[in-house]
Nanobody
């Protein structure tokens, strides 16, 4: 199983980016997927998650209304659309996948599979 995260980059405050997480070796639609981020000197934190099968979603308060998670099952890919970006969104973003999570456990970081991370830098 491999998760490949991509789409990071440098953007000005107020701009947008779309991150992708593409899976190989599993049927992504059956798995919960979480996006986490880690800024320099800080702990990894939950950003958003989506359940397998039902696609129930959970967002961190800091990104609600600005970020949107979605799936393209045909491409075995999950997207994170990030709008109205702020300098405090600067971090390495990781996608992760796990099977059988309920909505309340999307926030927990003990996912079975992790991608390699993609850097997002928001300039002021």
């Amino acid at each position: 199983v491999q998760l490949q995260a991509s789409g990071g980059g440098l953007v000005q405050a107020g701009g947008s980016l779309r991150l992708s997480c593409t899976a190989s070796g599993l049927t992504f639609s059956h798995y919960a997927v979480g996006w986490f981020r880690q800024a320099p000197g800080k702990e990894r934190e939950f950003v958003v998650g989506i359940r397998g099968y039902t696609n129930g979603m959970s967002y961190a308060a800091s990104v609600k209304g600005r970020f949107t998670i979605s799936r393209d099952n045909a491409k075995n890919t999950v997207y994170l659309q990030m709008n109205s970006l702020k300098p405090e969104d600067t971090a390495v973003y990781y996608c992760a996948a796990d099977y059988g999570r309920i909505l309340s456990t999307l926030i927990n970081s003990d996912y079975k599979y992790w991608g390699q991370g993609t850097q997002v830098t928001v300039s002021s």
